[in-house]
């Protein structure tokens, strides 16, 4: 979610501005998202490194994400969205870590939609705590180092649960994937969207939807490999 920034920025406001509609686009496209009867949505809140930002603007998008867990917690769960914060959560304040994991806990038996809200995450973060995981099961004598493999590693990321990423959409214009689900994005379809995040509503959601099912996957194969019903034959 790009843009934020440079959409107050046009309307002369400071930037924490452009947050709080951000905030408002995330409640739209969820919204849509549980209308379309889309499975998973992870969004990339807060990155590893957005800590590197002035502390005012550190400080108030925390300020936003507190507040808009109070908010937004209850009616989420009465739609059956599981929410899941990925990344390194040590890193917050206490207080709003309590509320992610008493989010986290409250929604857990929900299964209408995944919601995977990215914050303090890195997709090198993810494959480095997979990696830790996988070691140090094989220190402890659990697996055979020498036979861990992509599947065996792939257990162990933040969103081993979920079937394979489909659609990546990036907003601001920028054609970066900008330490975003990494290993996830092996197979997944890109689209860059010029809108900026406050403006991203449900007809780009649309759209984006619609070049994604345009879209040959091939995964490696010829195109005349996939269109064949027989494709999967060996
Ligand atoms: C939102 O957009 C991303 C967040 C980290 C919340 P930006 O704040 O990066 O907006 P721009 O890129 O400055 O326009
Ligand atoms: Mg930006």
Redesign the pocket.
């Known amino acids: 979610?790009?843009?934020?920034?440079?959409?107050?920025?046009q309307r002369h406001r400071p930037?924490t501005f452009?947050?709080r509609a951000?905030q408002k686009a995330v409640r739209a496209i969820i919204e849509a998202c549980l209308r379309r009867g889309i499975e998973a949505l992870t969004l990339?809140?807060?990155?590893s490194e957005?800590w590197q930002?002035p502390k005012d603007?550190v400080g108030a998008?925390m300020e936003l994400f507190l507040k808009a867990l109070d908010r937004e917690v209850g009616e989420l769960h009465g739609h059956g969205v599981r929410i899941r914060f990925i990344g390194e959560l040590a890193a917050f304040a206490p207080a709003l870590r309590e509320r992610m994991l008493a989010a986290m806990d409250k929604t857990t038996g929900n299964t209408k939609l995944a919601l995977n809200i990215a914050v303090n995450y890195g997709g090198r973060w993810d494959i480095a705590q997979a990696a830790r995981q996988v070691a140090q099961a094989a220190v402890r004598g659990e697996i055979d180092a020498t036979r861990i493999d992509e599947a065996q590693l792939g257990s162990h990321f933040a969103l081993a649960d979920l079937p394979p990423l489909d659609l990546f959409i990036r907003t601001?214009g920028?054609k970066r994937v900008s330490n975003f689900l990494l290993w996830q994005l092996a197979y997944a379809e890109l689209v860059f969207s010029d809108a900026?995040?406050p403006d991203f509503d449900a007809d780009h959601l649309d759209a984006a939807i619609a070049d994604f099912a345009a879209r040959e996957r091939r995964y490696g194969k010829t195109s005349a490999q996939v269109s064949s019903a027989y494709s999967g034959a060996h």
Do not use: P, Q, T, V
């Open positions: 979610m790009d843009g934020n920034g440079r959409w107050a920025k930037r452009g947050h951000g990339f809140a807060f990155s957005n930002r603007e998008l601001g920028e900026l995040w």
